[in-house]
């Protein structure tokens, strides 16, 4: 790490270390960046092989679904089993860490892969759903088993597409897990948004609640985004070794 990186870090752990102690809320923001260390592609990598002539951004939209299910829904097939697969890693780990000895941390995800849940995080405020989770695209039902088509996605008892539960780009956010992740914003005193491009909202906006309502954002990033020159820190660091720090 350059000196200058490492003094803006050294700046906010102690920032950290001060909130804990005092016992203030802090909210943790995580984005796909914080999956990179288990081998899950970040949302705007290019992803290879197969997938590489489609966009995410252009997969990941009720038009996409509408147009051409079965390719979306392999892609979410492929991606499903591709996060089942992955292991959390050592910040998924800090960070259910924390937890235990700081119950007063509210921790906000934008990711679907379930890494969080699996390293032992409890109370997660899902703001794109859960891509484990397969559920009805009409009538909302839950599907615990399915069975592949050849050619569509399998169906609900009600005669729909299956989908996995996830938001899309023009969807709405779960409205009790934005309530929450909003209500966690406006009254925290430190937010720590971690490996996020800063570019999708509603969640991107949930920093910049916070600072109007009084809290401090250290932001770390692999590399500046949207959210640094706004942030009162910039740790330019891997998520997983800024919170290795942290423990
Ligand atoms: C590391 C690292 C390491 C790498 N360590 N860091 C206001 C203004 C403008 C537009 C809108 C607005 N409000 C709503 C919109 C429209 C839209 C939107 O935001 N568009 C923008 C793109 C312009 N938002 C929506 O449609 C949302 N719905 C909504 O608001 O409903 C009401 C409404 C609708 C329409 C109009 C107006 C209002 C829904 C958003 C749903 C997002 N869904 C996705 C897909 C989920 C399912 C799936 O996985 O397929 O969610 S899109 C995708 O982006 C995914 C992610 O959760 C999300 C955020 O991405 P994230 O996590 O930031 O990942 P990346 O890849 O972008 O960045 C990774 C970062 O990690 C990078 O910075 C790296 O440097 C870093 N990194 N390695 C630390 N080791
Ligand atoms: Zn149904």
Redesign the pocket.
């Given at each position: 790490m350059k000196q200058g990186t490492e003094q803006v870090a050294a700046q906010a752990l102690e920032h950290v270390k001060q909130a804990a102690t005092a016992a203030q809320p802090i909210l943790f923001l995580?984005?796909?960046?914080?999956s990179?260390?288990s081998g899950v592609p970040?949302?705007?990598?290019a992803l290879t092989g197969l997938w590489a002539k489609y966009n995410?951004?252009e997969?990941?939209t009720p038009e996409a679904f509408a147009a051409n299910p079965k390719l979306v829904w392999d892609w979410?097939m492929m991606?499903k089993s591709m996060v089942e697969n992955a292991e959390p890693n050592e910040?998924h780990r800090v960070l259910a860490a924390v937890q235990n000895h700081f119950p007063a941390m509210q921790l906000v995800t934008?990711?679907?892969d379930n890494l969080h849940q699996r390293a032992g995080s409890r109370n997660v405020i899902e703001?794109?759903?859960n891509?484990t989770r397969i559920r009805c695209s009409r009538c909302g039902t839950p599907a615990a088993t399915f069975v592949e088509q050849q050619d569509e996605p399998p169906r609900c008892a009600c005669g729909h597409f299956l989908r996995?539960d996830?938001?899309?780009?023009?969807?709405?956010?779960p409205e009790d897990a934005l309530q929450q992740a909003e209500r966690a914003a406006a009254s925290c005193a430190l937010v720590i948004s971690?490996?996020?491009?800063?570019?999708?909202?509603?969640?991107?906006?949930l920093p910049q609640l916070a600072r109007q309502a009084g809290a401090v954002h250290i932001e770390?990033?692999?590399?500046p985004?949207a959210l640094s020159s706004q942030a009162d820190y910039f740790v330019q660091?891997?998520?997983?070794s800024f919170l290795q720090r942290l423990s």
């Open positions: 995580t984005g796909a960046g914080m990179a260390a970040t949302f705007r990598d995410p951004t997969l990941a979410y991606r910040g934008q990711n679907v703001l794109h759903g891509i996995p996830v938001v899309w780009f023009g969807e709405s956010l971690i490996g996020t491009s800063g570019i999708v909202y509603p969640a991107a906006g770390v990033n692999v590399e985004t660091d891997s998520a997983a």
